[in-house]
């Protein structure tokens, strides 16, 4: 049982490891709070929808602009310093968010600017911070690393909705944007209290000045980098073949009943579902062939979205809507387990096999790809849903990011070897 739970070595291992950790989990806990707090209060000084859909526009761009742009700093500068400052402004924007909020201010266009400002924030600081973990610990310990990691953010994911609502019920917008900030400084102290981290440039290798050829040198890289390569691949076959999100509203308002609650509970599923499969995350680390179990991974998550649509499909016929709710919210628990298992080894591909000059821009390039797939994959995923009904766009999309996993297995078998013990780019 002891292996089957996650591994505390990292803990053990590094202080400053498990300062960033701790900070960095009570930061997102705070963002994931003010994320649905701003959108109550978009909503409510609008009453329109459409408005609330443009804070996702609003951060979407500064998040793929500056993802790109923040991990070339990381690779060109202190990793330390650069998520120190990134941090620094997203946590100006918190205390933007507050102080709108305790002055009673009603600007919708403030509010867009705050998510704008910390969207950018965010895609700096993260490349940046995931970059340095690998100088922190040994290259076995980073599945257990990221394993805590993904823990950390399916916790977040749940825990700062349900804390929103209870703030903003309690103590209004105010109460909710005061706890981000405040909940911000934890990860601000655990960067102040680290070390410096400057980029290995490797012996005999000139500092380039930061800028457009910069981020298209990581670009080139991927192109030399198969593996690396292959798990922004996988991802993106996930998401734009099988991102279940843009259905939620359907399926909780029309085919399941029960509205606003349900699709919140299917929202939470897939979190709840990663949190369970990082509880009993204690074996990855000795997981050798990473890239298969991504793509095993990958696999799970159409699988389980295939398996919400038949849950749609089943409901009010073959399926009571109790129990089509129940199936809907078991394939997207396991859906989310598996994600989560994906995520894990693909970071960890990324942290071990990438040289340290690189990996800044790539963990950029993370970022975007991590949030930008989905919003694509909704884009499609909507427009199909209009044609074929949601249960069929889940059950289709879901055996569609299936074969996509064994055409990318077929092509790239090298992949499918990778061995932990020898990472290769």
């Given at each position: 049982m002891r292996s089957l739970l996650p591994d505390l070595t990292p803990f053990r291992r590094s202080a400053d490891y498990r300062r960033l950790w701790t900070g960095?989990?009570?930061?997102?806990?705070?963002?994931?709070?003010?994320?649905?707090?701003?959108?109550l209060q978009v909503y409510d000084l609008t009453g329109s929808t459409a408005s609330v859909g443009v804070v996702g526009l609003f951060a979407l761009v500064p998040?793929?602009?500056?993802?790109?742009?923040?991990?070339?700093?990381?690779?060109?500068?202190?990793?330390?310093?650069?998520?120190?400052?990134?941090?620094?402004?997203?946590?100006?924007?918190?205390?933007?968010?507050?102080?709108?909020?305790?002055?009673?201010?009603?600007?919708?266009?403030?509010?867009?600017?705050?998510?704008a400002l910390w969207s950018g924030a965010f895609a700096v600081s993260s490349p940046a911070r995931s970059s340095i973990y690998p100088r922190l610990l040994d290259p076995e310990l980073l599945p257990a690393a990221n394993a805590l990691s993904v823990f950390a953010m399916n916790t977040a994911l749940t825990a700062g909705p349900l804390l929103a609502?209870?703030?903003?019920?309690?103590?209004?917008?105010?109460?909710?944007?005061?706890?981000?900030?405040?909940?911000?400084?934890?990860?601000?102290?655990s960067l102040w209290?680290?070390?410096?981290?400057?980029?290995?440039?490797g012996e005999g290798e000139v500092a380039r000045r930061v800028g457009l050829r910069s981020v298209l040198d990581g670009f080139a890289f991927l192109r030399t980098a198969p593996n690396v390569r292959m798990t922004f691949v996988a991802d993106i076959a996930a998401m734009l073949l099988a991102q279940p999100r843009v259905l939620f509203p359907a399926a909780g308002a029309v085919i399941l009943g029960g509205g606003a609650s349900t699709v919140g509970a299917l929202y939470a599923a897939a979190a709840v579902g990663g949190i369970v499969a990082m509880t009993f995350s204690g074996r990855l680390g000795g997981v050798r062939r990473q890239g298969t179990a991504i793509l095993v991974s990958v696999a799970g998550w159409g699988v389980g979205i295939s398996g919400l649509g038949v849950a749609l499909l089943g409901a009010g016929g073959a399926l009571t809507r109790e129990q089509a709710l129940v199936g809907a919210l078991l394939a997207m628990g396991f859906a989310g387990a598996a994600d989560s298992v994906s995520a894990v080894f693909r970071t960890t591909i990324l942290q071990a096999a990438a040289p340290d000059r690189m990996r800044g821009r790539l963990q950029g390039v993370f970022v975007v790809v991590v949030a930008g797939g989905p919003r694509l994959g909704e884009l499609a995923g909507g427009g199909v849903a209009e044609r074929l009904g949601e249960g069929w766009t889940a059950v289709w999309g879901g055996a569609a990011c299936v074969v996509a996993v064994v055409v990318l297995g077929l092509v790239q078998p090298g992949f499918v070897r990778y061995d932990a013990r020898h990472p290769t780019p």
């Open positions: 960095f989990t009570l930061s997102n806990v705070g963002s994931q709070m003010a994320v649905v707090a701003i959108g998040l793929v602009v500056m993802g790109l742009y923040g991990g070339a700093l990381a690779d060109h500068h202190d990793r330390r310093l650069v998520g120190l400052v990134s941090t620094l402004v997203a946590f100006g924007a918190s205390v933007v968010a507050a102080g709108q909020a305790w002055a009673g201010l009603s600007s919708v266009t403030l509010l867009y600017a705050v998510v609502g209870v703030l903003v019920d309690w103590g209004g917008y105010r109460a909710a944007y005061t706890t981000d900030a405040v909940l911000t400084l934890a990860a601000l102290n209290r680290l070390h410096p981290v400057p980029p290995d440039r």
